[in-house]
């Protein structure tokens, strides 16, 4: 043998070990996981304060010429809640979307800027007592992170939830009608302190929603009867919608709550569809919706009150028809022009950029602009463009949520992130359509940004239940144990 073929012998040698460490070492080594984008959410996070910061600058140099002096304090506290909340989620909820807090964060601090800009207004300090319902909010927040293991366990209460559900909805019609309900009786009020039960319910009725319909689905889905060129449920399977159906009329008619009507049943059609992929759901629940409607708008003077509104916001424009009013110019209107008017009327002021934070008139709608109505506020301004930055927040928000139900891996994980992201969508879009004139004014909260310590803490906790299923859905599966038959029987062929 040659010395060149000697040499060539022991390279064939070296390479045939190298394979077979190599080889071994692809059994034995452990799969890295997927990056869990937790400093992503911390530098996010860095923004959604700043940015209410600033903003809280903005209104005190606009109302006062000088930087508020509590702005400090504000931004210490939001961003201590932002803190907070990051190290839980990074410890409990590692892979969970890091896109959900900073949005939320940015909302809620969006809000407490708008209630401390009127404040100046309506001359009252109300920013303070949000902060702190959003600090209660966090909390929750924390406590789903730190309690719900799994949210498959939710699935154990699905019966339960929906009795607690009928509770919360019905309770306020035990308790005395208060002059500050303005029409609905959706408040529970005791003295100085209030709660608003409907905001809890929406969370706990998705659970009753995703449970049922995870049992229920292939029956709603498989047997049906076909009409009219589409497939319509049996008449058996109709009942859980048509207990819902009449759930929502008799909240319609005895508290008078157009806008939690709407939700509630908004969210079972919807989820209905989801789980059942008809179309015939969609038509039964509009064609009853409608019916609904129809029936108790025909009956009940606070409904018709905001239909008349909504179909002619101008009707409070008197201007003297009947007659001078006592201490009132000739030639000026009688009373105050009416909410939905004003709505518009400040849409049409702010323009496409607005008039700048602090500088509009929202102390014309009077004591709704804090609630629904401090979305004239946003309009005003902050211009069509602040509207539709806004709007592009709450989407990205739903967006992060519907993606989560689409990563899930169980179907109960599915159907509740669907629900949950779907109160959040049907709620902005009742409000939002309600305060500029799509549908009439339903009276409910704007999500994060309203003034209102049950809808804050409420959406705190929707939240964190879909961020404990993106946590589930993207954390990556545990690696294979290894195989000592493998290793020990490896070949390696030249």
């Not at 209460?157 to 005395?176: G, K």
């Not at 709550?257 to 059942?276: C, I, N, Q």
């Not at 409904?303 to 009707?315: A, G, K, T």
């Not at 069509?384 to 179907?411: Q, S």
């Amino acid at each position: 043998m040659s010395a060149q073929d000697a040499s060539q012998g022991r390279r064939s040698a070296n390479r045939i070990g190298t394979l077979s460490t190599n080889t071994g070492a692809t059994h034995t080594i452990t799969p890295q996981g997927a990056p869990n984008r937790r400093n992503t959410e911390l530098f996010m996070l860095g923004f959604a304060v700043l940015v209410p910061v600033f903003a809280y600058a903005n209104v005190g140099m606009a109302e006062t010429g000088t930087v508020p002096p509590g702005m400090l304090t504000y931004g210490a506290g939001l961003g201590a809640l932002a803190v907070v909340a990051h190290l839980m989620v990074r410890r409990y909820a590692p892979y969970a979307d890091p896109l959900m807090l900073p949005l939320a964060t940015l909302l809620n601090g969006l809000g407490l800027v708008l209630i401390y800009r009127l404040d100046y207004d309506d001359s009252t300090a109300s920013a303070p007592s949000q902060l702190m319902y959003s600090a209660l909010g966090v909390a929750l927040f924390l406590g789903v992170m730190l309690l719900l293991r799994d949210h498959r366990l939710l699935q154990r209460f699905t019966y339960i939830s929906m009795v607690v559900a009928l509770l919360l909805l019905i309770s306020p019609l035990f308790f005395p009608r208060s002059e500050l309900d303005f029409g609905a009786r959706i408040w529970i009020r005791i003295g100085s302190f209030s709660i608003q039960p409907g905001e809890f319910a929406k969370i706990i009725i998705c659970i009753f929603f995703a449970g049922y319909l995870m049992v229920r689905r292939d029956a709603l889905a498989l047997a049906s009867r076909r009409f009219l060129g589409m497939y319509f449920p049996r008449g058996r399977d109709l009942g859980p919608i048509f207990l819902v159906w009449v759930l929502s009329l008799m909240i319609l008619v005895f508290e008078t709550d157009l806008g939690s009507s709407l939700l509630f049943f908004g969210l079972f059609v919807v989820m209905l569809y989801v789980a059942t992929e008809r179309t015939s759901w969609i038509v039964v629940g509009l064609l009853l919706s409608a019916a609904g409607a129809f029936v108790v708008g025909s009956i009940e003077p606070h409904v018709q009150s905001r239909v008349e509104d909504w179909l002619n916001p101008f009707h409070d424009w008197d201007n003297d028809v009947t007659g001078p009013t006592p201490g009132v110019p000739d030639g000026e209107p009688d009373h105050l022009v009416g909410q939905a008017m004003q709505a518009l009327y400040s849409f049409g002021t702010g323009g496409v950029l607005g008039t700048g934070l602090g500088q509009g008139h929202p102390e014309l709608i009077d004591f709704a602009m804090k609630s629904d109505f401090i979305l004239t506020t946003v309009g005003e301004e902050l211009g069509v463009a602040g509207m539709m930055a806004l709007f592009l927040i709450y989407a990205l928000l739903i967006e992060r949520g519907l993606r989560t139900a689409i990563a899930a891996r169980d179907p109960f994980g599915k159907l509740l992130a669907v629900g949950l992201s779907s109160v959040m969508a049907l709620q902005v879009f009742v409000v939002a359509g309600g305060v500029m004139g799509l549908i009439p004014l339903t009276g409910m909260t704007l999500p994060f940004l309203a003034q209102g310590g049950s809808s804050v803490v409420t959406n705190w906790a929707l939240v964190a239940i879909l961020m404990k299923i993106s946590d589930n859905a993207r954390r990556p599966a545990p690696a294979p144990a290894p195989n000592p038959d493998v290793e020990e029987t490896q070949v390696v062929r030249l």
